[in-house]
């Protein structure tokens, strides 16, 4: 089982990972997410990043992981 874990955002883009923004994030810099699956790179699974600093840290998520975070989304677990 994969473990969800921190990289560092240019070791998954060297790995072949690409990023994609969020269509929430706002066009002023602010609220920024992008995402990247990495199927096809030996990380398998989904990866986010903040994208101001896309050098910094990205979260790493497994597949199950990753599809139940969503699931919880779409369900108002996770309410901020």
């Not at 994969?2 to 790995?15: C, F, K, V």
């Not at 002023?28 to 910094?56: F, Q």
Request: glycine content about 12%.
């Amino acid at each position: 089982m994969t473990q969800n874990r921190t990289h560092m955002a240019h070791e998954l883009t060297g790995a072949g990972a690409r990023w994609f923004k969020s269509s929430y994030s706002d066009g002023a810099g602010n609220n920024c997410v992008e995402v990247a699956d990495l199927t096809g790179t030996p990380y398998v699974g989904v990866a986010i990043r903040d994208s101001k600093e896309p050098e910094g840290a990205a979260l790493f998520f497994g597949p199950s992981s990753f599809s139940v975070f969503i699931q919880g989304i779409h369900h108002a677990r996770h309410d901020l």
